[in-house]
Structures are given as C-alpha cells and as structure tokens.
C-alpha cells in the first residue's frame, strides 16, 4: 500500500476485555512506532521495533501491554484486561531509517480505542 | 530516558503575525530534532526538521533553531495563515528512537 495502515479504525470494548490493534507499514520500512494520544495530550511512546534487532519496549506503561512484529513487517499491540485509562488513539509509524540515525515518521490514521 | 519539554501547550497568534514555540532536551547525544503538524482529526506530518551540525535551517514561511549547548530547539512561523492551526509537536531522538513534546496547539485568530 501507499502509507501506514492501522485496523480497526475504532474499537469499543468492555473493560476487562483483550484488544488487538494491527498495524501494516510501508513496504520496506525497517523501523515501527507505537505510540498512544489520549485526549487532548500529546503523543506517548510505547514501542519501537528496528529491523531484527530486540524491541525498545521502555514506553509500555504496564505488563498488560505487549507488542509484536512478525517477519519484520506487519505488528499487532495487545491491550490485555482493558481499563477505561487505556481509552485513547493509537498511532502506528513507520520510517525507513536503516543504517542512518533516524528518519521521517509516517503515520497511520491510528485506531481509536474506547473502553466503556 | 530522553525528556522532550515543550512550551506553551496554547498560542493564538493574530494572522500576519509570528509564532515561536519552544523545547527543550534532556539527552546531549540527541541530534536529530523533528517537528510535526497535526491538524485536527488528520495523523502528524513531519514539515521540518534539523540535525545538530546545523544551528538553523529554513524552508519558505517556517525556521527552526537549534542550541545545542543549552539543549533548546525553537520553531519560528512568520506571517501566519489561517491553515497554520494546528497542533504542532517537537522531537528529539533518543537510542534511534523518537520521543515527543506534549504539543502546542496554535490558534490563527483572524
């Protein structure tokens, strides 16, 4: 595809529940963010994943959290026993950045999770 | 980890006039410093961005500076349209990884 790919678009879900939150980068992009907006706030890092290297999970803000990316392409965020606090937009990147430091971010449309 | 403090969250701005906004770092290794718009409802967009071998860089109406020594990164918008409302994010690297600012939302008043 042309850009960054996120599904679903929104989610409602029950507090207690599991969510997934898949994200599809651009073709050949090496590296992938996770980042979460809530409400009016700015945008929160929670992962990065780099190429084959082990993921820079320093932002995940509890264990019920979890990431993964399989064959260095597509990744899922799981959100394990949903609480209300976890309601926000969240925002997959991509950027091809490898063997330079850092590069352009692009985003995708991001899937708004709402826990009732 | 890598601080990103931004400042102000809210800046209404007559248009015609300039806007600055401010950031700061906590990271001396950091050198890559990134700006982003997010106009409402719309995912960010990068629209400019530096590296710490420069001290300024420019691109038509927008600028941004960059102190290294302090740790301060400025953005300068001259001669403000009304499709420069937006909420704008600086960054700043950290371990190849960006983190953000919490955001300045601009208001353009006409």
């Known amino acids: 595809g042309a850009g960054v790919s996120q599904s679903p678009s929104n989610k409602v879900t029950e507090k207690g529940k599991d969510v997934e939150l898949r994200c599809d980068p651009i073709s050949g992009h090496t590296a992938l963010y996770w980042y979460r907006q809530s409400l009016g706030q700015g945008l929160e890092f929670l992962i990065y994943?780099?190429?084959?290297?082990?993921?820079?999970k320093s932002g995940l803000p509890s264990d019920r959290f979890s990431a993964e990316r399989t064959g260095g392409s597509v990744s899922t965020l799981t959100i394990q026993r949903t609480q209300q606090e976890d309601s926000a937009v969240y925002l997959c990147?991509?950027?091809?950045?490898?063997?330079?430091?850092?590069?352009?971010?692009?985003f995708g449309e991001g899937s708004r999770l709402t826990v009732l | 980890g890598e601080n990103v403090e931004q400042h102000p969250s809210t800046l209404s701005v007559q248009e015609g006039d300039s806007a600055v906004i401010k950031c700061t770092y906590s990271?001396?290794?950091?050198?890559?410093f990134p700006w982003y718009k997010q106009e409402l409802g719309k995912r960010p967009q990068l629209i400019i961005d530096i590296r710490s071998n420069v001290g300024e860089k420019k691109d038509q109406r927008i600028a941004v500076t960059l102190n290294k020594t302090a740790k301060h990164f400025s953005l300068h918008i001259t001669e403000t349209q009304p499709e420069d409302s937006a909420v704008y994010f600086c960054?700043?690297?950290?371990?190849?990884?960006?983190?953000f600012g919490k955001g300045t939302r601009l208001h353009i008043l006409p």
């Open positions: 960054a700043a690297d950290r371990d190849d990884k960006i983190i």
């Open positions: 990147a991509s950027s091809d950045d490898w063997g330079r430091r850092t590069g352009e971010l692009f």
């Open positions: 994943f780099q190429g084959n290297s082990a993921p820079d």
């Open positions: 990271d001396s290794a950091s050198n890559y």
